[in-house]
T-cell receptor, first 113, second 109 residues
Framework: SQKIEQNSEALNIQEGKTATLTCNYTNYSPAYLQWYRQDPGRGPVFLLLIRENEKEKRKERLKVTFDTTLKQSLFHITASQPADSATYLCALLNSGGYQKVTFGTGTKLQVIP | EADIYQTPRYLVIGTGKKITLECSQTMGHDKMYWYQQDPGMELHLIHYSYGVNSTEKGDLSSESTVSRIRTEHFPLTLESARPSHTSQYLC????????FGQGTRLTVV
């Protein structure tokens, strides 16, 4: 069966350090892998998208890697700040027509001052 | 930034009432989704649509129904609300990325 797995345990990290979140998937052939941020009581907000033929993508303090052999993506936040505290979700869009965006369960990040 | 709107934002309603949650998007996306989410819990897909007159049930069984008569509009209906339907309902649309509305927090008393 298809699965998108993220660490369900919260990640606590000291301010200024790099936070690294993991997303593993099985039985998908994603054309795109995406990361979203969700704050309590609000819908997820798109952060970054990486295509199947890309290895790495950066945006300001954010970096995403995508390894289609390992079926894994890593999401890094460098120089983390308390304002980065939120739940982060990865999502996949499979290749082929009539495919929907499918979300993982999310990992809660807490940045401690 | 996202042009997707949900109404109402908050709704408190009695058991047995019929309710419709509205969702509209102006981005011309073919794909639209309804999710149910309880506080601190994961998103659960309850309905999605690939386009006009195309709707399918999601991974989480739901007593709600949806319709897609126009590209921009994807309402969700509960024929008879029950306390177990109390939750937050999030609507989204997507091209390669998903855009979410602000959500409807439903309380059934």
């Amino acid at each position: 069966s298809q699965k998108i797995e993220q660490n369900s345990e919260a990640l606590n990290i000291q301010e200024g350090k790099t936070a690294t979140l993991t997303c593993n998937y099985t039985n998908y052939s994603p054309a795109y892998l995406q990361w979203y941020r969700q704050d309590p009581g609000r819908g997820p907000v798109f952060l970054l998208l990486i295509r199947e033929n890309e290895k790495e993508k950066r945006k300001e303090r954010l970096k995403v890697t995508f390894d289609t052999t390992l079926k894994q993506s890593l999401f890094h936040i460098t120089a983390s700040q308390p304002a980065d505290s939120a739940t982060y979700l990865c999502a996949l869009l499979n290749s082929g027509g009539y495919q929907k965006v499918t979300f993982g369960t999310g990992t809660k990040l807490q940045v401690i001052p | 930034e996202a042009d997707i709107y949900q109404t109402p934002r908050y709704l408190v309603i009695g058991t047995g009432k019929k309710i419709t949650l509205e969702c509209s998007q102006t981005m011309g996306h073919d794909k639209m989704y309804w999710y149910q989410q309880d506080p601190g819990m994961e998103l659960h897909l309850i309905h999605y649509s690939y386009g006009v007159n195309s709707t399918e049930k999601g991974d989480l069984s739901s007593e709600s129904t949806v319709s897609r008569i126009r590209t921009e509009h994807f309402p969700l209906t509960l024929e008879s609300a029950r306390p177990s339907h109390t939750s937050q309902y999030l609507c989204a649309s997507s091209d390669s990325r998903a855009f979410f509305g602000q959500g409807t927090r439903l309380t059934v008393v």
